[in-house]
């Protein structure tokens, strides 16, 4: 029985870059908590091809990207456990998913698995939740903050479970939609939005609205449509404590996951637990875990890429 190739693999790490495999495709791209690592097959970089640098070294053909043959490299499917997601080389020098979040996003499924209520059939159309008992707030649904491609949501919308998604970027909620498609969740209870994630929550909480599992994936830096600015170090306390408020009663979760240096697995359970204790009580501290988010290469190499934090009820 052939043994299937994983569509994503790290290939190789070295002089804070790291080589990936991305279905047919190979990138090479920076990695700064890879300074320091030596490379372990030299020759496998020679097979990328696409690479990015952050600056105007070489002959650029994609904003930032060189491609081997000098060719523009066409967006690509994915297909993986998490879903299928098209791929792009994107001008910031992402290509569309964080693979070291598949972990957090397999949980973050289960945990909507759990508050898939069955008055919310799987399957129900966006359109029908209201009729369906359901609804996009409440009890049984998700909001998924920073929601990029839409990874986190689809984990979501596969267990049925109603999600808003948010993103201040129009085309990486477009992208993510796409990718919602890709799935055959394009009729999903998904609501799509794009806004600042500080200022839909402070609406929500005014118009008493509550959610079931909140999930945030913030950038270290970021801003809206309307130009407020986001800065993870100042904002992130204040917007962790509004969205315990928004916390629904009953079964819950958070997933809180940065790619900030100084914000490691411990710094973000410490946020996270000072959000939630004056609203879940004390004993919220025992239902936090943390985590590393890294990637090992096919030598062996381990690849500190983000941490993580997450909380259930
Ligand atoms: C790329 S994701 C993942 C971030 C990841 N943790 C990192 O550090 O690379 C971050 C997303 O946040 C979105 N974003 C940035 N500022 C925002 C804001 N103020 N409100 C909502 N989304 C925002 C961006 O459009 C982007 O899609």
Redesign the pocket.
Known sequence: MPIATPAYALLDVGDARRLERFGEIVVDRPAPTAEGHVAVDPAAWLTADARFDRSDRGPVAHEGWTTRDGQPIEPWVLDEAGGRFELRLAPSG?VGV?PEQAALNKWIGRQASRLAKPAVRAGTAAKDVGREGGSFSGSAAVLN????TGAATIAVARAGTPVTH????RP?VAWARQNAALNDLAEAPIRWIS????GFVERELRRGRHYAGIVL????Y???GSG?A?RLGADLPALLAACAELLADGPAFIAL????PGFGPERLGELLLEALEPVVGAGAIAAIEVDDQTLISEGGTRLHL?AMARWTR
């Open positions: 992402q964080f903050l920073f929601g990029y948010l993103d201040a970027s990486a806004d600042d994630a500080a994936d913030p950038p270290s970021g801003h809206s407020r986001w996951s940065a790619h900030t983000g």
